[in-house]
C-alpha cells in the first residue's frame, strides 16, 4: 500500500545549531536537562516537516467532471491515496460539461471523505493570465491578437490594455480567427495604438479578485476547507500571483511542464506540475517517478479525467508506479505545509 501523508516515514528538517545560551532555572521547577530538552523542540517545531526520504507525489485533477468520481477515486482507493481536484465553483452539478457533467456537492463530500482535498479552479474557469499582442492594433481596431485568445471565452467581461504608455480597459465581445491569426473582439474601437510586443491583455484588478474570491468563498459555503489553486489553462505568472496569494496558499500549476519540484527552498507559488496520462508517454513519467524517489522530491501530477485515454486503469497503472518505488501520495495542501 501506498504511505499515505501524515507524518509516515523518515522527517527531514533544515537543522542548524543553536547558540550556546545560559540556562536559567524553570518556572515550573523542573530539572535543567528537562528545561533545555524542551526549549529543543519549541525551536524544531517552527521547521516544516519536510517530506519522507523517498519523496512524495501530489496528483491534481482538473474541472471536476463525473469520472473523478466513477474512475479517479475508484484507482485511488485502491492503493488508499489522496488526490487533489480542481473545482470550478460554478459548475458545480453542471450536466452539459463533456459527457457525463460535473460533480455534485455530495460526491465532493465523497472525495473529502476519502481524503481528497478540494482546490479552487476559479468561479468560471477564467485565465489568471497575461498575453502580448503579437499583432499591431490602430486605433479604431476592434479586433485584438494576443498570444492567447482565453479572455475571449468570457464574453462581456472587462479586460485592460496596459503598456509603458497607456492603460485603458474594453469588454470583450467575441472572439475567432480570420487570416491574421486568432483574435478577441472588444464592444468598442480602441482609441490608441498598441504595440506588439509592447502591450499586454488581462483582466483587471477587480476581476481577478473576483474570479479568485468567488470561486473560495462559495465552495467555503458549501462546506470545503480550500486553501489552495489550480490556475486555468495552466495560465499563471506574476500578475496571477500577485492576487492569488491574498487567498490562497499555494498554486498547483504555476509553472506548467515539468512534474518535480526541489523541496528545499520550495516556493508554493512556482510549483511545477505536468500531466501523466495525457500529452505525454509511461517512460517519462517512470523517469521522473524515479527522480522523485532518488532524490526525496515532490512530484505534481495532473490529468482531466473526462479525455478518453485518462482511464480508471491507467490511473491505477501509475499508482502502482509509484507504489513500487515507496513514494508517498499525498494533498497539495499537505505538500506545502511540509516543504514550506
Not at 450536466?95 to 468561479?123: F, K, N, P, R
Not at 503598456?163 to 470583450?172: Q, Y
Amino acid at each position: 500500500m501506498l504511505r499515505y501523508g501524515g507524518l509516515v516515514g523518515a522527517l527531514t528538517f533544515a537543522g542548524c545549531l543553536a547558540e550556546e545560551r545560559e540556562w536559567t532555572p524553570p518556572d515550573d521547577g523542573s530539572p535543567p536537562e528537562e528545561a533545555e530538552q524542551r526549549d529543543e523542540t519549541d525551536e524544531e517545531s517552527t521547521e516544516p516537516p519536510g517530506l519522507s526520504e523517498g519523496g512524495a507525489v501530489v496528483f491534481v485533477y482538473d474541472d471536476g467532471p463525473m469520472e473523478d468520481y466513477t474512475q479517479a477515486l475508484p484507482a485511488h482507493r485502491a492503493f488508499d491515496a489522496p488526490a487533489t481536484v480542481g473545482i470550478v465553483s460554478e459548475w458545480i452539478g453542471r450536466e452539459d460539461y463533456q459527457s457525463s457533467g460535473c460533480m455534485d456537492i455530495g460526491h465532493l463530500e465523497e472525495l473529502v471523505d476519502a481524503g481528497w482535498e478540494i482546490a479552487s479552479h476559479t468561479s468560471e474557469h477564467t485565465t489568471l493570465g497575461t498575453f502580448e499582442l503579437v499583432e499591431d492594433a490602430a486605433p479604431g481596431a476592434e479586433r485584438i491578437y494576443p498570444e492567447e485568445i482565453r479572455h475571449g471565452y468570457h464574453r462581456g467581461k472587462t479586460i485592460e490594455f496596459t503598456s509603458d504608455e497607456h492603460t485603458f480597459t474594453r469588454a470583450v465581445a467575441d472572439y475567432g480567427s480570420d487570416g491574421m491569426g486568432r483574435y478577441v473582439e472588444v464592444d468598442k474601437p480602441i482609441d490608441r495604438r498598441c504595440l506588439a510586443g509592447e502591450t499586454v491583455v488581462r483582466y483587471t484588478e477587480e476581476q481577478m479578485r473576483a474570479s479568485l474570491a468567488d470561486s473560495k468563498h462559495a465552495l467555503e459555503g458549501m462546506g470545503f476547507e480550500v486553501e489552495t489553486l489550480l490556475a486555468p489553462y495552466d495560465n499563471f505568472d506574476d500578475y496571477s500571483r500577485k492576487f492569488a496569494s491574498e487567498y490562497y496558499s499555494g498554486v498547483a500549476n504555476a509553472r506548467h511542464g515539468k512534474r518535480v519540484n526541489d523541496p528545499e527552498g520550495f516556493d508554493p507559488y512556482a510549483t511545477r506540475r505536468d500531466y501523466f496520462i495525457e500529452y505525454t508517454d509511461r517512460e517519462s513519467v517512470k523517469r521522473d517517478l524515479n527522480e522523485i524517489a532518488e532524490r526525496g522530491a515532490l512530484g505534481v501530477l495532473g490529468a482531466h479525467t473526462f479525455k478518453g485515454e485518462v482511464t480508471e486503469d491507467r490511473i491505477r497503472e501509475t499508482l502502482s508506479w509509484v507504489d513500487e518505488r515507496g513514494i508517498t501520495v499525498m494533498t497539495l495542501r499537505e505538500a506545502i505545509a511540509r516543504c514550506t
